[in-house]
């Protein structure tokens, strides 16, 4: 398997754009992740899906972040509008079993100016 | 509600130095997992080590060593003989186990500097 993974691996956008990364997961991995990275903040978890359904979604920072998993195989999210804090290394990582290591994509790098 | 706690920043040794890394966590669940990972200066984050709540055996792999301590909520890591390669954020994680429900959350990394 290919691993996870990202794209773009980065992104520059003006702010009020509407931006969207994408990830797919390590195939047959029932588990996904979607962390932010921030040098104050360290690796946040944003939401997480088990079986394409949202099962945590308390980190995701307000209501102009959204996430979706059509299949299993998917996985988006989206900030719309943009603002220039949410410029940060976004991480998506999938995992088999809930006592398994996550696996993570090589990471979007998103600047928002 | 899971937490875990690199109270280290950032550490800096000279190369062949022992450094241990400590982490602190804390959870209400009697099974969990604990984990370390590697983010190297490439960015990409490597997984090192996982430990279950049920496993309280100390692990060896060539130089890192890993103490699992129950009774004082702690996992550390420890890097024998450094080099320059060690150089990297080291990330702690735990996951609760609680049927669907498996957040994994990580602590917010130590930057570990191996000088020459």
């Known amino acids: 398997d290919a691993g996870v993974i990202q794209s773009p691996r980065h992104e520059v956008t003006e702010m009020g754009q509407e931006v969207t990364l994408r990830c797919k997961p390590i195939?047959?991995?029932?588990?996904l992740f979607w962390y932010r990275q921030t040098m104050m903040r360290g690796l946040e978890l944003l939401i997480y899906?088990?079986?394409?359904?949202?099962?945590?979604d308390s980190g995701m920072p307000e209501d102009r972040f959204s996430a979706k998993m059509p299949n299993a195989s998917f996985s988006t999210l989206k900030i719309q509008p943009s603002e220039p804090r949410d410029s940060a290394v976004y991480f998506c990582?999938?995992?088999?079993?809930?006592?398994?290591?996550?696996?993570f994509g090589q990471g979007t790098r998103l600047t928002v100016v | 509600a899971q937490k875990v706690t690199q109270a280290q920043t950032e550490i800096s040794v000279v190369e062949k130095e022992d450094v241990t890394l400590d982490c602190v966590y804390e959870?209400?669940?009697?099974?969990?997992?604990l984990f370390w990972y590697k983010q190297p200066p490439s960015g990409e984050l490597v997984f090192l080590i996982r430990?279950?709540?049920?496993?309280?055996q100390n692990e060896i792999s060539g130089r890192y060593s890993w103490n699992f301590q129950k009774s004082t909520s702690s996992f550390n890591f420890t890097i024998t003989a450094s080099q320059v390669v060690d150089s990297a954020v080291y990330f702690c994680?735990?996951?609760?186990?609680?049927?669907?429900?498996?957040?994994?959350?990580f602590g917010k990394g130590i930057t570990l500097s191996v000088r020459p």
């Open positions: 990582a999938s995992r088999s079993q809930d006592y398994t290591e996550a696996f």
């Open positions: 195939s047959g991995h029932d588990y």
């Open positions: 899906f088990n079986n394409n359904v949202p099962i945590d």
């Open positions: 959870t209400r669940d009697t099974t969990y997992y």
């Open positions: 430990r279950n709540s049920f496993d309280e």
């Open positions: 994680a735990l996951s609760e186990v609680t049927g669907a429900n498996s957040k994994l959350t």
